[in-house]
């Protein structure tokens, strides 16, 4: 039987050629960025172009890196600013470009346009036309820097370095509205000092603008309890001092009184050269704004403890006013030192313009004789069930219309009970019992008594029994 004719075997599939072999390879990105050197600028940065993109698709990054500084420095050194401008842009928004590469763009521009010590103070120009270009600059790499977790710290320097620059031309408004746009207390990669001395830039050109709601909620964004922490004092000094011009705003007396003992807490801590001036100044502040503060606990509190600071006796005015104010007596208007406690610059200087520093003014020293006329009103109503209203209007100095007026007032706020018969012009202090009350009060002191009654036969007993054992 005759066999199958064999199928010829397949013939074998030819060999790959190596690519690499087979074409050339391109010159190395040093000698192409060297090359670029001798080239005039536009076809530099053509070549580098090329490059760049040769590089970026093969993932080489050291060499991305590399090619993209070049032509940066490039347009640096010939000093053209719109071309430096355009490649930022052009490389920084390139398809899939490398994180490395926008992080190392950025990075070589910042000692152009900023000091490299601290890292967001503006470099000096001299011309009109460099301040514009540095401004430029500084905008685009706040642009290219947003949104991008890596450049988070770059990107909250770059908008001081910008406020610093709306501010210098005197855009306070601008300034601030940059400032705000970026919330560093959320950023990781910034220190916890560097984020405290952003905020309080945050308040001081919010109060700059005179946008005092924004001030107070931005200075809510540092924590107390970092400002007590080691080497941040000249920071807790100035966010008090920040703190203090909204609260004098606001005529806040006691949120003023807590500001300055703050400051002065700080600065007798830190006076270890033996200037007394701050401290001194801080105090008298203090116990000036505690007399001025609506009489609560919180202040009698905070009064006691001031009087017990050995410090105060070194200020015998803030000494001697702080006793009277403590002291169940009367205090006669003007006290002693009257002028010399009106006259300290917290007290003076508060408003944005002279008529609102005088109206501040003004207020201040009407309420200092307020609050010496209730300390009176509550002196009074200790020693007296009732007394004629003409006769608490000498004890008070003031005219009979003026001591209803300032009754009515502290009666209507709760802080004293008093009420005022016209026909017979008597003043009763002391609240009207019912009968139930009393029968209620009798009861209570009958139910002490016996129980008092009872645990004394009970000691007796117990002893008798230890005797007869």
Same mark, same amino acid.
Not at 62 to 72: D, G, M, R
Not at 155 to 182: F, H, M, N, W, Y
Not at 403 to 423: C, F, W
Not at 434 to 463: F, H, M, N, P, R
């Given at each position: 039987?005759?066999?199958?004719?064999?199928?010829?075997?397949?013939? &074998?599939? +030819?060999?790959?050629?190596?690519?690499?072999?087979?074409?050339?390879?391109?010159?190395?990105?040093?000698?192409?960025?060297?090359?670029?050197? %001798?080239?005039?600028?536009?076809?530099? !940065?053509? /070549?580098?172009?090329?490059?760049?993109?040769?590089?970026?698709?093969?993932?080489?990054?050291?060499?991305?890196?590399?090619?993209?500084?070049?032509?940066?420095?490039?347009?640096?050194?010939?000093?053209?600013?719109?071309?430096?401008?355009?490649? !930022?842009?052009? /490389? *920084?928004?390139?398809? %899939?470009?490398?994180?490395?590469?926008?992080?190392?763009?950025?990075?070589?521009?910042? +000692?152009?346009?900023?000091?490299?010590?601290?890292?967001?103070?503006?470099?000096?120009?001299? @011309?009109?036309?460099?301040?514009?270009? =540095?401004?430029?600059?500084?905008?685009? #790499?706040?642009?290219?820097?947003?949104?991008?977790?890596?450049?988070?710290? &770059?990107? @909250?320097?770059?908008?001081? %370095?910008?406020?610093?620059?709306?501010?210098?031309?005197?855009?306070?408004?601008?300034?601030?509205?940059?400032?705000?746009?970026?919330?560093?207390?959320?950023?990781?990669?910034?220190?916890?000092?560097?984020?405290?001395?952003?905020?309080?830039?945050?308040?001081?050109?919010?109060?700059?603008?005179?946008?005092?709601?924004?001030?107070?909620?931005?200075?809510?964004?540092?924590?107390?309890s970092m400002l007590d922490e080691e080497g941040m004092s000249e920071l807790k000094i100035k966010f008090y001092v920040l703190l203090s011009q909204y609260h004098s705003h606001e005529r806040d007396a006691l949120e003023l009184a807590k500001c300055f003992h703050a400051i002065y807490a700080t600065a007798s801590a830190?006076?270890?050269?033996?200037?007394?001036?701050?401290?001194?100044?801080?105090?008298?502040?203090?116990?000036?704004?505690?007399?001025?503060?609506?009489?609560?606990?919180? $202040?009698?509190?905070?009064?006691?403890?001031?009087?017990?600071?050995? =410090?105060?006796?070194?200020?015998?005015?803030?000494?001697?006013?702080?006793? %009277?104010?403590?002291?169940?007596?009367?205090?006669?208007?003007?006290?002693?030192?009257?002028?010399?406690?009106?006259?300290?610059?917290?007290?003076?200087?508060?408003?944005?313009?002279?008529?609102? *520093?005088? @109206?501040?003014?003004?207020?201040?020293?009407?309420?200092?004789?307020?609050?010496?006329?209730?300390?009176? #009103?509550?002196?009074? *109503?200790?020693?007296?069930? =009732?007394?004629?209203?003409?006769?608490? @209007?000498?004890?008070? *100095?003031?005219?009979?219309?003026?001591?209803?007026?300032?009754?009515?007032?502290? $009666?209507?706020?709760?802080?004293?009970?008093?009420?005022?018969?016209?026909?017979?012009?008597?003043?009763?202090?002391?609240?009207?019992?019912? &009968?139930?009350?009393?029968?209620?009060?009798?009861?209570?002191?009958?139910?002490?008594?016996?129980?008092?009654?009872?645990?004394?036969?009970?000691?007796?007993?117990?002893?008798?029994?230890? =005797?007869?054992?």
């Amino acid at each position: 039987m005759p066999q199958p004719p064999q199928k010829p075997p397949h013939p &074998e599939p +030819p060999q790959a050629v190596n690519s690499k072999s087979a074409s050339t390879s391109p010159p190395k990105p040093p000698k192409k960025i060297a090359q670029s050197k %001798s080239l005039p600028l536009a076809d530099a !940065l053509a /070549l580098l172009s090329a490059l760049e993109k040769r590089c970026r698709v093969g993932n080489d990054t050291p060499s991305l890196v590399k090619v993209c500084e070049a032509s940066l420095e490039l347009c640096h050194e010939a000093n053209d600013y719109e071309a430096l401008v355009t490649t !930022l842009k052009t /490389l *920084s928004t390139r398809r %899939s470009q490398k994180s490395k590469a926008i992080a190392a763009l950025v990075t070589k521009c910042l +000692p152009w346009v900023v000091d490299s010590e601290d890292g967001f103070t503006p470099l000096p120009t001299a @011309a009109k036309d460099a301040a514009t270009n =540095q401004e430029t600059l500084v905008t685009e #790499l706040r642009n290219i820097t947003d949104g991008k977790m890596y450049l988070e710290a &770059e990107r @909250a320097r770059l908008t001081r %370095s910008l406020a610093i620059l709306k501010e210098s031309a005197g855009d306070i408004a601008t300034a601030a509205d940059v400032l705000q746009d970026v919330h560093v207390e959320t950023y990781g990669s910034i220190s916890k000092r560097e984020k405290i001395e952003f905020i309080l830039e945050q308040m001081r050109l919010t109060l700059l603008k005179r946008d005092y709601v924004r001030a107070y909620i931005v200075s809510n964004k540092v924590k107390r309890s970092m400002l007590d922490e080691e080497g941040m004092s000249e920071l807790k000094i100035k966010f008090y001092v920040l703190l203090s011009q909204y609260h004098s705003h606001e005529r806040d007396a006691l949120e003023l009184a807590k500001c300055f003992h703050a400051i002065y807490a700080t600065a007798s801590a830190s006076a270890a050269d033996g200037d007394d001036t701050k401290w001194k100044e801080s105090l008298t502040n203090t116990v000036v704004f505690l007399c001025l503060s609506e009489y609560s606990n919180e $202040v009698k509190d905070m009064m006691e403890r001031i009087n017990l600071d050995p =410090q105060l006796e070194k200020i015998v005015e803030c000494k001697e006013t702080i006793t %009277s104010f403590l002291k169940n007596e009367i205090i006669h208007y003007p006290l002693p030192h009257q002028a010399m406690l009106e006259s300290i610059p917290a007290f003076v200087n508060g408003g944005e313009t002279e008529d609102a *520093s005088l @109206a501040l003014k003004g207020h201040w020293h009407t309420t200092f004789h307020t609050r010496i006329i209730q300390h009176n #009103l509550r002196v009074a *109503s200790m020693y007296y069930r =009732q007394i004629h209203t003409s006769r608490l @209007a000498t004890l008070l *100095s003031l005219t009979t219309p003026e001591t209803e007026q300032h009754l009515s007032n502290m $009666v209507s706020s709760g802080a004293l009970y008093a009420k005022i018969d016209r026909p017979k012009d008597v003043v009763r202090f002391a609240k009207k019992r019912c &009968e139930e009350e009393v029968l209620s009060d009798w009861a209570a002191d009958i139910k002490e008594l016996l129980g008092l009654v009872d645990e004394t036969t009970y000691l007796i007993q117990k002893e008798n029994m230890v =005797q007869s054992h």
